[in-house]
């Protein structure tokens, strides 16, 4: 048994870009175990995100996040010209977001279950204090969009994603 016939490594490949975020497919119709080889980064974290967590945003100014949810799911939230945009990530329909410096993003994980994620982080320099400080928000997210989003998710992919109050 060789151990190259049940694992295959794919690069990442952009579909599209909304204005500055990158969404990345990631194609996972392979009937064996497949390994999936994220760009090229500085370091790498494992992120738990709680149930029932509301993240405040936050900005880097020295470093491109590259996310990619490995078990569960979450809502991520980028803001650009003063508007929320809404991002499911999910282990079921994986892909990578790439953000870079300069935009204010956060994680709401409405489920009951965790969410775990990996950030590949590209340094543009280093780290500064302020970037991992809270930013105070000037609108509120919208959880009926939130919401609405985890529910077409769950019925489109036919599995039971208990949601928790927040």
Known sequence: MSLTKTIAISDLECIHATQGVDICSVDVDVPNVTEFRIPSSH????????????EELFVHHFQTDQLLVVKGSIVLVV????????ILMSDRH?????????IPHGAININAEPCVAINSVIRHGPPHERDYRPLKRRLPYDLTIVQAIVEEFQQSTKVDIKPTRI
């Open 43 to 54: 370091e790498t974290n494992l992120v738990y995100i709680a149930p029932g967590s509301v």
């Open 79 to 86: 803001l650009q010209d003063g508007t929320y945009q809404y």
């Open 94 to 102: 994986p892909q990578v977001v790439k953000i870079p410096p300069g």
